[in-house]
C-alpha cells in the first residue's frame, strides 16, 4: 500500500532513511517543490521521489529482503502505470536502480540504459589547499556572462551537446541573483565556480563546481569548492556532493579536500 506525504512527514527523519541521507539528499530537495509526486510504504520502508518531467529517485531500507524489494518496485512501478505518471528514469542505489529498471520500462514499452554512476561525498572536516593563486567572492552581476560560457562548456563537456553561451543567461543570472554562486578570481579573471544548492537540516549541498578548461590543474577547483565547504561548516551544516564516479580528477581533489564516500547513486534513463 502506496501512500502520498509532505515535505514534513516523519519517514524522512527516522533512522532507516537517515542512514543513507548523504546519498539520497536530493529527496529533500524534491519534497521542497510545490510541484512534487512523493509516495511511501505504511510501514516507511520506501521513499518515492519526483517532480513533473524527470526521473525519480527510489529508496528503500537496507534491512528489506531482496524478495521484498522486489515486491514493492513492482507495485510501485505498477501503480505509477496506472495513474499515468511519466518516469523518464531513476536513480537510486545501484541494485535498486538497476530492480525497478528492470520492472518498469517493459509496463510502458520503454528501454533503459544506464546514463551516470555518481558517488555520494560529505565532510565532515574541510583541509583547505594551500598555495592556490587567487581568492573567492560571491558571484556578482557583472559574472553572469563568464558563469553561462562556464554553463554552456559544461553541458558540451558533461552531456556532448552543443548549446549557445546567450541560451544560458538566465540561468546564470538565477544562480548569481540566488547569492549561493561563488566564484574563484585570479589576477582578475573569474577561473572557477562552486554553488551551494539547496540545504536540509543537517547537510548543504554544492554543485556546479567548474573551472574553466585553460585554467586546469592549478588547483582552482579544489580552492573554490573548499572554501565554499567551510562557509557551510560556519553556518552549523555539514557539507555534501555529487560526483561523477568516471571523473577521476573531480574525485581526487575532493577527497583531498576532506571529502568521505558516503554511497553510490545509479541513474538509468529511460526512452
Not at 583541509?127 to 553572469?144: H, L, N, V
Request: proline share 4%; charged share 20%.
Amino acid at each position: 500500500m502506496l501512500e502520498r506525504f509532505e515535505c514534513d512527514d516523519s519517514v524522512l527523519n527516522k533512522g532507516s532513511f537517515l542512514a543513507d541521507e548523504v546519498a539520497y539528499n536530493i529527496i529533500y530537495r524534491i519534497c521542497d517543490s510545490e510541484t512534487k509526486l512523493c509516495w511511501k510504504t505504511a510501514d516507511d520502508t520506501m521513499i518515492f521521489a519526483q517532480t513533473p518531467g524527470n526521473g525519480g529517485w527510489l529508496w528503500m531500507a537496507s534491512e528489506l529482503p531482496c524478495s521484498v524489494r522486489e515486491r514493492i518496485a513492482r507495485n510501485l512501478a505498477g501503480q505509477l502505470y496506472r495513474e499515468g505518471i511519466e518516469v523518464t528514469g531513476i536513480s537510486a542505489s545501484p541494485e535498486l536502480a538497476g530492480l525497478f529498471a528492470r520492472v518498469y520500462p517493459p509496463l510502458t514499452g520503454q528501454s533503459q540504459r544506464l546514463h551516470m554512476k555518481l558517488e555520494a561525498y560529505r565532510c565532515p572536516v574541510v583541509r583547505q589547499p594551500s598555495g592556490i593563486a587567487g581568492t573567492i567572492r560571491k558571484a556578482k552581476e557583472e559574472d553572469i556572462k563568464t558563469v553561462a560560457g562556464f554553463i554552456a562548456a559544461f553541458t558540451h563537456e558533461a552531456y556532448g551537446q552543443q548549446v549557445e553561451v546567450a541560451s544560458q543567461i538566465p540561468a546564470a543570472a538565477e544562480m548569481v541573483e540566488s547569492g549561493e554562486l561563488y566564484v574563484w578570481v585570479e589576477a582578475e579573471r573569474v577561473v572557477s565556480m562552486a554553488a551551494i544548492a539547496h540545504r536540509t537540516a543537517r547537510h548543504a549541498r554544492i554543485n556546479a563546481v567548474y573551472t574553466a578548461l585553460d585554467a586546469r590543474n592549478r588547483g582552482f577547483a579544489s580552492a573554490v569548492a573548499a572554501k565554499v565547504s567551510a562557509i557551510i561548516v560556519e553556518g552549523g551544516l555539514e557539507p555534501m556532493l555529487y560526483a561523477d564516479v568516471q571523473n577521476s580528477a573531480a574525485n581526487k581533489a575532493y577527497r583531498n579536500i576532506g571529502y568521505i564516500p558516503s554511497g553510490q547513486i545509479s541513474e538509468y534513463r529511460f526512452s
